[in-house]
């Protein structure tokens, strides 16, 4: 018989291995219990799981399906936090992305450019440049030092006028009088995630995603694990933990209700939108990062596209479909227009998403200076809460959130290792991109699909391209997204989790912004490939292709309204694919990544 279908690694997230992973939730007490599939959910089980503890995860929705799917994409140490004499920070993230590009995430992290154009004479390049050399110096010098070697990025270099619009023509001259260039670290949020989550099963962590936490169970004041709901089949769980760390971002607060009392902290909602516009209709060879009234404006290089953001403004509705306006986007498009030769519109814009920061509350009201840093708290025994923090600097805060959870467990436990455990597909990953042309070769395939493979999924693209080799079909692109193979779809529901076909068009590949149509014709093939490994019949697969459309018809409609109220209704006009997942729109339940 053919084989159409390669052995599973013991890191897949299948069918099989959820199912396996909820029974051992029903019927097993385990260490620690992790509320939340968002990067520090995730990077909670791998730091645990990697100490010998024994470890299951809940999460909602879908890994990343909040905001560890919707941000800037960089892995960075925060230029603008040195403005903010917040150096220990800025020297935290630093290290981190010192780790990932050198030692634990070389495939999934690479370096990306960006230029900072002067506007005055004189000072200005003083002033700007002397952070830029900290910046540097900090980075360099911790890579230097680090356990993942020298991997020192290059060093950031001061530009004239001239130089500045040869490397990005289509910079308005006037808009500038001078530039420094310097490096940072770019990253697919989602699939960064997805990595950590499939390390953390690689090393024994339970992971089920579609299961929301409804309760805390309790024995006395202590904490003793929590209630589950499986959304795919009703059925209720309860998980008992030695210890339970909730890990849910802007949901927090949903977990502190169930915890009655006074809070420790507040977790305030930032939202930040982005828009996604052809690589051609903007010529430049660099990134841009652009000072403005409130923040920063990024200029991102993405492939055959540009991301351009972020907004940062309050959001108090619904906390799982955070929409952006005609406001928000409009104020992307006239602040970047106010450096471009030629402007861009909204009929350039192919792609728009909109992601929630979770922000420690402070004195202020406004959000551009709420806390970026982290913090961990144990309001009841049994129960460790971690809040706050940047994408880049989650691996300190999932380490952060263990050390507190076992030291209630009364007994020795060994530090965090994480720093010297490589994700998934890291290990070997620079002998087989020396080898690309070679893999081309062997699968017939063209070296750029070889690269493309290569940088999402690391070594394991050899499994998806032993998929690709079983049937045709696969090992073509799909319908009306070209940048991806039809094995990448089928292997999203084979080894990486995904359950439904928003999962495969928006987090196992970035379809639903990357393309014009925002994915409506790739939607059908993506479900007929997926189909037979989700065990679906057509009328369920015309259901999912029907929630998809619908989502993206709603967000269409959201954007086109111009505040935030009018397009919250709006885009509550397509309902959750998954059952139950948000039984209250207003007060949604915790547990999203």
Not at 392 to 405: E, N, S
Not at 490 to 519: F, K, M, N, P
């Amino acid at each position: 018989m053919t084989q159409t279908r390669p052995a599973a690694s013991p890191a897949s997230l299948d069918s099989t291995r959820r199912a396996e992973a909820l029974r051992r939730m029903r019927t097993e007490e385990v260490d620690i219990a992790v509320i939340g599939g968002g990067v520090t959910g995730s990077g909670v089980a791998l730091d645990a799981a990697t100490r010998g503890l024994s470890v299951a995860l809940v999460e909602a929705r879908d890994l990343a399906a909040g905001t560890s799917s919707r941000s800037s994409k960089l892995i960075h140490g925060g230029l603008r936090y040195l403005e903010q004499l917040n150096a220990p920070l800025v020297r935290e993230a630093l290290r981190e992305r010192s780790l990932m590009l050198d030692t634990l995430a070389p495939h999934l992290v690479r370096t990306v450019p960006f230029l900072l154009p002067l506007t005055r004479h004189g000072w200005e390049r003083a002033y700007i440049g002397s952070g830029v050399l900290l910046y540097d110096t900090l980075g360099q010098g911790l890579a230097r030092i680090g356990p993942g070697g020298d991997g020192t990025l290059p060093h950031h270099r001061h530009l004239t006028r001239k130089a500045a619009l040869r490397v990005f023509p289509s910079l308005r001259p006037d808009a500038l009088v001078g530039a420094i260039q310097y490096w940072d670290g770019q990253v697919d949020d989602a699939r960064h995630t997805l990595f950590v989550a499939r390390t953390a099963a690689r090393y024994g962590a339970s992971v089920a995603t579609s299961a929301r936490v409804t309760g805390l169970l309790r024995d006395g004041d202590r904490v003793t694990g929590v209630t589950v709901l499986d959304l795919e089949s009703g059925e209720r769980i309860a998980l008992r933990a030695r210890q339970t760390i909730n890990a849910t971002g802007v949901w927090t607060d949903e977990i502190q209700s169930m915890v009655g009392g006074p809070s420790p902290f507040t977790v305030r909602a930032s939202k930040g939108v982005h828009i996604v516009v052809p690589r051609e209709r903007v010529h430049g060879e660099t990134g841009l990062i652009l000072r403005t009234e409130r923040s920063v404006l990024f200029v991102i290089p993405w492939g055959s596209h540009w991301i351009i953001g972020t907004t940062d403004t309050e959001w108090d509705l619904d906390l799982a479909h955070p929409v952006a306006t005609s406001a928000d986007i409009d104020y992307l498009l006239t602040t970047v227009n106010r450096v471009l030769r030629t402007p861009l519109s909204t009929d350039d814009v192919i792609g728009v998403y909109a992601g929630l920061r979770p922000l420690l509350a402070g004195e202020s009201d406004d959000t551009t200076q709420l806390s970026r840093e982290h913090a961990v708290v144990s309001p009841l025994p049994g129960l460790t809460m971690v809040a706050g923090g940047k994408y880049t600097t989650y691996r300190v805060m999932a380490a952060d959130a263990v050390d507190a959870a076992v030291r209630g467990m009364g007994r020795p436990v060994p530090p965090s290792c994480t720093e010297k455990i490589p994700l998934l597909g890291a290990d070997g990953y620079p002998a087989l991109w020396n080898a690309r042309e070679t893999l081309a070769r062997r699968y017939g395939l063209r070296v750029n699909w070889i690269e493309h493979l290569l940088h999402r999924y690391g070594t394991l693209a050899e499994e998806v391209l032993a998929l690709a080799a079983t049937r045709p079909e696969l090992a073509t692109a799909l319908p009306g997204a070209p940048a991806y193979l039809g094995a990448e779809a089928v292997y999203a529901a084979t080894h990486e989790g995904a359950l439904h076909l928003d999962d495969v068009l928006t987090r196992r590949t970035r379809i639903s912004i990357e393309t014009q149509d925002r994915g409506v014709e790739a939607a059908p093939a993506v479900a007929a490939l997926i189909a037979p490994t989700l065990g679906w019949d057509a009328a369920a697969r015309d259901r999912e292709v029907g929630h998809y459309l619908a989502r993206v018809a709603a967000e269409r409609a959201a954007q086109e309204q111009a505040d935030d109220a009018t397009a919250d209704a709006t885009r509550a006009g397509a309902p959750d694919v998954r059952r139950d997942a948000y039984p209250d729109r207003r007060a949604p339940a915790p547990a999203a990544g």
